[in-house]
């Protein structure tokens, strides 16, 4: 199984910026098509963003589309998710998954990701 490993989250002001990374072990990674999630206290799991294998396909959920940016470095099995004007609504811990088929990359459903990190919290507040 795809391990995974965030790292990056903290504290930041509304309008800063973060970087999130994903670190991935494991033979599979390149043909992993990997996304972002993030849960916040009560909350469902919610899909934030996905990047296809040769990150030819990219998308973002409708919240974060325009301020976040999901990119891969294959040779180096990373994935990141560059977060810019930071809301406090984006306070949530972030995941990132692994999926066997690109539909997961469509759906972004928790259930269609096959491995998952241990999460890293962001907290967006003045």
């Known amino acids: 199984q795809l391990q995974l490993v965030e790292s990056g989250g903290g504290l930041v002001q509304p309008g800063g910026s973060l970087r999130l990374s994903c670190a991935a072990s494991g033979s599979t990674f390149d043909y992993s098509h990997i996304g972002w999630f993030r849960q916040a206290p009560g909350k469902e799991r919610e899909g934030v963003s996905c990047?296809?294998?040769?990150?030819?396909?990219?998308n973002y959920g409708d919240s974060v589309k325009g301020r976040f940016t999901i990119s891969r470095e294959n040779a180096k099995h990373m994935v990141y998710l560059q977060m810019n004007s930071l809301k406090p609504e984006d306070t949530a811990v972030y995941f990132c998954?692994?999926?066997?088929?690109?539909?997961?990359?469509?759906?972004?459903?928790?259930?269609?990701?096959?491995?998952w990190g241990q999460g890293t919290r962001v907290t967006v507040s003045s």
């Open positions: 998954a692994a999926a066997r088929s690109a539909y997961a990359c469509f759906t972004r459903a928790p259930s269609d990701f096959q491995s």
């Open positions: 990047i296809t294998v040769g990150g030819n396909m990219r």
